[in-house]
């Protein structure tokens, strides 16, 4: 074959070959985008279409509230040395829900017990004195998160305003400080009485919250966070009960919680002792408080029996 003619040949094959390398690429690329298509399908209905029914929940329920009781009573010097005031909080919720001298003696021996600085106690009593110095003292040396709290829980006593701790901006926060940013709201309400603003902000943070929860796969210690705060904050009618169940499945064998899930965990930098890989009380105060929320306020909403 003359040169020519070898010329011509790779000419008219040129681009038909690189035709059917750009239908290879489309076809490739059409199945990559398929494949990535239908595991978010996948994730997003095993994340939010419940799986079981009415009964077996409510069995499941049940037995998880048991074991995380066991896990508690066994943990208790624990909780009350460590005397992290927002779990202590929850405690008190869960015996106020459904009396247990377990619970309501943990808040009792934490009550008796001095606290510095002081003024946290009125998170657990509203009506525990505080001394205005020192709340303002302990605000200007916290972090953002336990400014709200502080400020919510004495208002009449703190010198900042919500405006300058950004506490009601409505689209700001994200993740852990938008949990955190609905706690602070809600003992607000409590402090000096709810409003029609008030209420419309804690519903849109609600909303925010349980509209991300659509898609978080990963049941580590903010996914029961979320979940537990909507519910104390009186919307069960935005959360799942897959959301529940998932958080029932992933209880430990000793009856608690951790923040780990797969490789995926939510808290950076966990306090001193406090491992990853074994429950902890973060995590399972969080979600025995969940589930006391969904057997002994909103059983109906979850579909339990009367």
């Known amino acids: 074959?003359?040169?020519?003619?070898?010329?011509?040949?790779?000419?008219?094959?040129?681009?038909?070959?690189?035709?059917?390398?750009?239908?290879?690429?489309?076809?490739c690329l059409l199945l990559v985008l398929a494949a990535v298509l239908t595991a978010w399908l996948l994730a997003y209905g095993y994340n939010n279409v419940s799986l079981v029914g009415d009964r077996a929940f409510a069995r499941r329920l049940d037995a998880a509230i048991e074991n995380s009781h066991n896990w508690v009573q066994l943990n208790r010097q624990d909780i009350?040395?460590?005397?992290?005031?927002?779990?202590?909080?929850?405690?008190?919720?869960?015996?106020?829900?459904?009396?247990?001298?377990?619970?309501?003696?943990?808040?009792?021996?934490?009550?008796?017990?001095?606290?510095?600085?002081?003024?946290?106690?009125?998170?657990?009593?509203p009506n525990?004195?505080?001394i205005s110095s020192a709340l303002n003292?302990?605000?200007?040396?916290?972090?953002?998160?336990?400014?709200?709290?502080?400020?919510?829980?004495?208002?009449?006593?703190?010198?900042?305003?919500?405006?300058?701790?950004?506490?009601?901006d409505s689209e700001r926060w994200?993740?852990?400080r938008l949990t955190h940013q609905l706690w602070a709201l809600m003992h607000l309400c409590r402090a000096q009485g709810a409003n029609d603003k008030l209420n419309a902000l804690i519903e849109?943070?609600?909303?925010?919250?349980?509209?991300?929860?659509?898609?978080?796969?990963?049941?580590?210690?903010?996914?029961?966070?979320?979940?537990?705060?909507?519910?104390?904050?009186?919307?069960?009618?935005?959360?799942?009960?897959r959301w529940i169940e998932r958080v029932i499945a992933d209880q430990e064998p000793d009856g608690g919680w951790n923040d780990k899930w797969l490789l995926f965990t939510s808290i950076k930098e966990l306090p001193p002792g406090l491992s990853r890989s074994a429950s902890n009380q973060h995590a399972t105060v969080q979600a025995l408080w969940l589930l006391y929320q969904v057997k002994c306020r909103y059983g109906d909403q979850f579909g339990l029996p009367d």
């Open 174 to 176: 994200r993740e852990r």
């Open 204 to 241: 849109r943070l609600c909303d925010r919250i349980t509209r991300s929860q659509r898609f978080d796969i990963a049941v580590v210690d903010l996914y029961i966070q979320k979940t537990a705060f909507v519910l104390k904050a009186g919307f069960p009618q935005k959360v799942r009960r």
């Open 80 to 125: 009350l040395t460590r005397r992290n005031i927002a779990l202590i909080r929850m405690l008190q919720d869960v015996s106020t829900m459904c009396p247990d001298p377990l619970y309501s003696g943990i808040v009792e021996s934490f009550m008796a017990e001095p606290a510095r600085p002081d003024c946290w106690k009125r998170l657990l009593d």
């Open 1 to 27: 074959m003359s040169a020519r003619n070898r010329t011509t040949s790779r000419s008219v094959a040129s681009p038909q070959r690189r035709r059917r390398i750009y239908k290879i690429a489309v076809v």
């Open 128 to 130: 525990w004195p505080v």
């Open 137 to 168: 003292k302990t605000i200007e040396q916290e972090q953002i998160d336990n400014k709200w709290i502080l400020y919510a829980i004495a208002p009449e006593c703190a010198n900042v305003t919500p405006e300058q701790i950004r506490l009601f």
